[in-house]
């Protein structure tokens, strides 16, 4: 059955995961980008091989895994580098996303993915929801969350589309600058309109 697609897309640190994570638990399949994106890198994957084959052995850990750190360093320093990973990976994402898509089975389908308009895959969608935060809030809350430095952040937002442009291709909005409830209350709403689109775009 032809699925009724959400994009849920946000900046770095605005909740993307805790928006998701609370519509699995309302029963709806969630096709997550960031969880493919290390899939397609797993130990042995063709895609691990040709970044050891192009950026050198050092990448991997003792276990054969791939430093995520170390490439994360490499990508987000240097605009070639990131050009030239993204580029590979992500048609390799791309197909792995519509293949997840289409076994969806709920009576709708959130694809959750931070390089949603990046990489036009809200052509795929029926609808894009973006949960929206201060950039000063992104910040602190992945320093809270990661190992990372605000440099290394505002080095990624400045590879995502701006604030500005991701609320521009909204059909949806939640704030996310408040407490967890208040994001899941925002999501209760959406969901019941989500249900009522779905079960008339499939009748149309
Ligand atoms: C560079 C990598 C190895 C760093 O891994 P790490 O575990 O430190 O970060 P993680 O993957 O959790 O990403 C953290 C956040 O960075 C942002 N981000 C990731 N990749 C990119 C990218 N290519 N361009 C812009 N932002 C990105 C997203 O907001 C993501 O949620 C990893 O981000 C990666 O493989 N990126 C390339 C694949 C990709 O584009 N993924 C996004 C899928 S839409
Ligand atoms: N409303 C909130 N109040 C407090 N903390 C929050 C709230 N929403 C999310 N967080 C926390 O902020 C951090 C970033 O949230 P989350 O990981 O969901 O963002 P994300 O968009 O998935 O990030 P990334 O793009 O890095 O995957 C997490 O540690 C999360 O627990």
């Known amino acids: 059955m032809a699925n009724y697609i959400v994009g849920l897309t946000g900046g770095i640190g605005s909740g993307k ?22 899939e397609v890198v797993s130990p ?15 990448l991997l850990d ?31 994402i791309r197909t792995r996303i519509l293949e997840q898509l289409s076994h969806a089975s709920s009576p709708y389908v959130v694809l959750v993915a931070p390089l949603l308009l990046e990489n036009n895959l809200d052509r795929f969608c029926q609808r894009v ?8 809030l992104q910040v602190q809350r992945t320093l809270e969350r990661d190992q990372t430095s605000a440099q290394q952040v505002e080095a990624i ?33 959406l969901h019941g309109l989500y249900q009522q689109q779905a079960s008339s775009w499939q009748h149309d």
Not at 44 to 58: A, M, N, Q, Y
Not at 75 to 89: C, I, P, R, S
Not at 129 to 136: H, Q, T
């Open 17 to 38: 995961s805790a928006a998701s994570d609370y519509f699995a638990t309302l029963g709806i399949d969630i096709v997550d980008a960031d969880v493919i994106a290390r």
């Open 62 to 92: 003792d276990q054969g895994a791939l430093n995520r750190k170390a490439l994360r360093q490499l990508v987000f320093n240097n605009e070639e580098h990131k050009q030239w990973l993204n580029n590979l990976l992500h048609p390799a």
């Open 44 to 58: 042995g994957s063709p895609c691990l091989k040709e970044i050891v084959k192009h950026f050198g052995d050092h």
């Open 129 to 136: 929801l973006v949960i929206d935060v201060p950039e000063s």
């Open 157 to 189: 937002m400045a590879s995502q589309v701006t604030r500005e442009q991701r609320l521009a291709h909204a059909d949806d909005i939640v704030r996310n600058d408040g407490s967890l409830a208040q994001l899941q209350q925002q999501i209760n709403h």
